[in-house]
């Protein structure tokens, strides 16, 4: 299911929208002490990232052509979830998982916001 979201309007659709994207700066110092400490680091492409996503706004899309309900024909979906189309749907998605990461006793680096790293046990 593909939402029409260049249809969208600022304002009225949505309010604002976000993409993270880390400093360049920040990923190559990151690097650099990654190496000259020997750590560890992991790097993740999740691929279904923008499907887990919750929103907040009331969104409608019409049914699909060739997957019409023939008892409903006329009926919308109204979305619980954020599809890839969407202006919202990087925010939301970011922020669930920075939501999960800091559960996770991981704190985000001041220097680039879109980073985290790991706290250990002695500071907490």
Known sequence: MVAKGYNQEE???YYET???VGRLEAIRLLLAFACIMD???FQMDVKIFFL???IEEEIYVDQPPGFVDFKYPN???KLKKALSSLKQTPRSCYERL???LIEQSF???QVDKTLFIKRSN???
């Open 18 to 20: 976000y993409a993270p």
């Open 122 to 124: 002695n500071e907490l």
């Open 11 to 13: 304002g009225i659709d």
């Open 52 to 54: 887990n996503g919750y």
């Open 107 to 109: 704190v985000r680096v």
């Open 75 to 77: 009926h919308v979906y």
């Open 39 to 41: 750590f560890m680091l």
């Open 98 to 100: 920075s939501n999960f």
